[in-house]
């Protein structure tokens, strides 16, 4: 099986993101009011790229909150925890495994895409045991992973089972 090389980014193709998850503020309860609210509390997410590290992004954010909030402003930012990003190894041989298994359960072989998603132990495992790890999912861009709106596509999800059971073959075969 040839497999297709994923061509490396550029440092200005990576895409971190700063998600909104919350926000409150002022009056929430039934009818209507014309206050102005006295004070506003949102919380955020970051998703983090090659070489960046949470600390210094929360930093980043720190400095950038002092630099731009205006006058009479008072704000807080706490930092909650997090983790560095991770690539894992395409050309490892567990990942070959599951581009195979891929291959025979859809009839074609994988695309290879960069995307993220938290996993923070993965960088842990990969930095303090030397392992590296294969990731994937089974869900559609529809999907609205993580939205309160969030569904799995049913047949894709039953043909990612099928995908396991021959990566588990595919990969416990190379060990041999």
Known sequence: MAKKAIPPLSKSEYVPH?????????????????VIPAWAMAKVSMRLVPDQHPRDVEQ?????????????????LSYLGGGPASMSDPDQPA???LAKAFEVVWQRPPVYK?????????????????????????GLPGDNIHSPNEKLHLPTWKKGIQSLIHFFYFFGDQSA
């Open 114 to 138: 960069r995307e993220g998603g938290s996993v923070p132990i993965v960088a842990d495992m990969q930095q303090i045991l030397k392992i590296d790890s294969v990731l994937t999912g089974f």
């Open 18 to 34: 700063l998600d909104v998850n919350g926000i409150f503020s002022g009056f929430t309860g039934k009818g209507s009011k014309t």
């Open 60 to 76: 980043q954010l720190r400095r950038y909150l002092e630099m731009n909030a205006p006058d009479g402003i008072r704000w807080e």
């Open 95 to 97: 990942a070959l495994a």
